[in-house]
């Protein structure tokens, strides 16, 4: 059994299905302590991983489209430190949509939800993350404006591109932070949002980028990197 002084711990928000879940069940292999999050509705496959975890996944229930539900997990956590944190969060429009069709509404939702959301988190939450610790986004290859050169997907593009713009901002008002910044993009993956065309297995992107993370550890100032450690440009 792992020496607990020395285990790490993971705070990872957005973890009740797909990319997030994968993750969580990729760090307890690894020998961490979890802290993982999802929205109250979704819980069911993560309080069923805790049961069977001895112990090493702990489950929050927080929105974080809400500012309140934010605070108050937060507070909840204020006496924690934690290695880790990492927030997962995307949704998409209509594929087919463009910046013309798009209703202000659903712009709104989308942007609020890849962009404005993980921030906040980022941003309530890295006053617990260790010196030493890593604090990173669920970004996306679509989020480079070097990169696409096909349009397409225009909306999520665009709230992955000011998702990495944000937490850029965020690494110029902590330039002298120890802390490891990553914006990890996991690659087209079979998930819900995916899609069963999507070029790889949950079981081929997790992994790497896991991997990749913890390669990082100790690299303080922003990287934006793909699931294989590859750099992304901007």
């Known amino acids: 059994m792992q020496d607990t002084s020395e285990q790490k711990t993971a705070l990872l928000i957005g973890a009740s299905r797909g990319l997030g879940f994968a993750m ?3 760090y307890l292999r690894r020998g961490w302590r979890v802290i993982a999050t ?3 509705g979704s819980m069911e496959r993560l309080l069923q991983l805790a049961q069977s975890s001895g112990g090493a996944l702990e489950t929050e229930t927080v929105d974080i489209n809400s500012r309140e539900q934010v605070a108050a997990l937060r ?3 204020e006496s924690r430190r934690i290695d880790l944190l990492f927030v997962n969060a995307g949704v998409k429009n209509d594929d087919g949509e463009t910046i013309a069709d798009v209703s202000t509404e659903e712009f709104v939702r989308v942007m609020v939800t890849n ?3 993980p921030m906040r988190v980022v941003e309530a939450f890295s006053e617990i993350v260790q010196l030493s610790g890593t604090i990173g986004v669920m970004s996306s ?7 696409n050169t096909n349009g397409n997907y225009e909306v999520y593009r665009g709230s992955k591109a000011a998702l990495n713009m944000f937490m850029r901002s ?5 330039r002298d932070d120890a802390r490891t910044l990553l914006l990890m993009a996991p690659g087209w993956v079979r998930t819900d949002m995916g899609g069963p065309e999507a070029r790889l297995g949950i079981d081929e992107s997790i992994p790497g980028l896991v991997s990749t993370i913890e390669a990082y550890e100790g690299r303080s100032g922003l990287h934006y990197l793909d699931y294989l450690g590859r750099v992304v440009p901007w």
């Open 141 to 147: 290859g679509q989020g480079s404006v070097t990169n």
């Open 24 to 26: 969580v069940e990729e």
């Open 115 to 117: 962009a404005l959301s």
């Open 38 to 40: 999802g929205r109250a």
């Open 75 to 77: 507070g909840r956590l």
């Open 170 to 174: 965020f690494a110029a008002r902590h």
